[in-house]
């Protein structure tokens, strides 16, 4: 039987992976006490239809919660197919959506989402250690997290799913909190200065030739995406299955959108899978 357990931080997407998981024909079930599972798995071994098994675990379980880690570890010593998904999500980003519904974090007693959140993080600690996947969801649609998890179950291969998102930006209007590393691309001339360029984007021919014909911008490119290939094994072997990487300028109109762009030409064309998004340009 395929098992899968589906866990992670509030907010983060359990709700969607359950619903992406019951299209691929997982029989689902939603904030199971962890002390049931086997029992559960058993009698599903009785019924021929239930060849796929999805199951919900998370902190609103309570003192349920704490057999969740000792659990799956038995779980994973019989002969059931189990796979561990993890969601998480800035904190940032937590707080905007429990804010956004109006709904209070489960471990919240203040009423403040970010104080539970932070307690949350803490509790599941271990059991993101045992993760076979982890997914951060900060900036990734419904649609997304659906391919991710559907590519995960079927079988891919690490190297097959992870993924690089690139952004582009403007210092002016801050740093994106999601953003692993960030690069400050001011260094190169500014097209924004070129009379004939200045209403441009890096959308355009016209500023990407500009931008990349200066030397410094091809060493950068060269360097940086040699530095990124040699980390990106050692990120999936501490099971991480994506990075996010932004390039900044003044504005986020012309040279970030220019090396946004490049990379992410440059990324694909080696075979990784790659994400693009221009944030000052809407």
């Given at each position: 039987m395929?098992?899968?357990?589906?866990?992670?931080?509030?907010?983060?997407?359990?709700?969607?992976?359950?619903?992406?998981?019951?299209?691929?024909?997982?029989?689902?079930?939603?904030?199971?006490?962890?002390?049931?599972?086997?029992?559960?798995?058993?009698?599903s071994?009785?019924?021929?239809?239930?060849?796929k098994?999805?199951?919900?675990?998370?902190?609103?379980?309570?003192q349920?919660?704490?057999?969740?880690?000792?659990?799956?570890?038995?779980?994973?010593?019989?002969?059931?197919?189990?796979?561990?998904?993890?969601?998480?999500?800035?904190?940032?980003?937590?707080?905007?959506?429990?804010?956004?519904?109006?709904?209070?974090?489960?471990?919240?007693?203040?009423?403040?989402?970010?104080?539970?959140?932070?307690?949350?993080?803490?509790?599941?600690?271990?059991?993101?250690?045992?993760?076979d996947?982890?997914?951060?969801?900060?900036?990734?649609?419904?649609?997304?997290?659906?391919?991710?998890?559907?590519?995960?179950?079927?079988?891919?291969?690490?190297?097959?799913?992870?993924?690089?998102?690139?952004?582009?930006?403007?210092?002016?209007?801050?740093?994106?909190?999601?953003?692993?590393?960030?690069?400050?691309v001011?260094?190169?001339?500014?097209?924004?200065?070129?009379?004939?360029?200045?209403?441009?984007?890096?959308?355009?021919?016209?500023?990407?030739?500009?931008?990349?014909?200066?030397?410094?911008?091809?060493?950068?490119?060269?360097?940086?995406?040699?530095?990124?290939?040699?980390?990106?094994?050692?990120?999936?072997?501490?099971?991480?299955?994506?990075?996010?990487?932004?390039?900044?300028?003044?504005?986020?109109?012309?040279?970030?959108?220019?090396?946004?762009?490049?990379?992410?030409?440059?990324?694909?064309?080696?075979?990784?899978?790659?994400?693009?998004?221009?944030?000052?340009?809407?």
């Amino acid at each position: 039987m395929k098992v899968v357990v589906v866990t992670g931080l509030s907010g983060a997407g359990k709700s969607q992976a359950i619903k992406c998981l019951e299209d691929m024909g997982y029989y689902c079930v939603d904030n199971m006490p962890p002390a049931l599972f086997k029992n559960f798995l058993e009698l599903s071994e009785g019924a021929a239809e239930l060849e796929k098994v999805a199951m919900v675990i998370d902190v609103r379980g309570g003192q349920f919660f704490d057999d969740a880690c000792e659990t799956i570890t038995q779980l994973r010593k019989s002969e059931n197919d189990l796979k561990l998904i993890y969601l998480e999500a800035s904190t940032d980003v937590l707080v905007r959506r429990f804010n956004e519904t109006r709904r209070s974090h489960p471990l919240s007693e203040s009423g403040n989402p970010k104080k539970g959140i932070e307690k949350e993080i803490e509790l599941l600690a271990d059991m993101r250690k045992m993760a076979d996947i982890i997914i951060d969801t900060s900036r990734m649609k419904a649609y997304r997290l659906k391919a991710e998890i559907k590519e995960f179950i079927e079988g891919t291969s690490s190297a097959d799913t992870f993924t690089i998102n690139i952004t582009s930006f403007g210092f002016k209007y801050g740093i994106p909190q999601e953003a692993d590393f960030v690069f400050d691309v001011r260094f190169i001339p500014n097209p924004y200065y070129v009379p004939s360029l200045k209403k441009l984007t890096g959308n355009n021919k016209k500023i990407r030739d500009y931008v990349l014909k200066f030397e410094e911008t091809q060493v950068f490119i060269e360097r940086l995406g040699q530095m990124i290939n040699d980390m990106i094994p050692c990120y999936m072997r501490e099971g991480k299955y994506h990075l996010n990487l932004a390039f900044g300028c003044t504005g986020g109109q012309h040279r970030s959108v220019t090396l946004a762009i490049a990379f992410a030409d440059k990324f694909k064309k080696e075979g990784h899978r790659v994400t693009l998004t221009h944030r000052e340009l809407g």
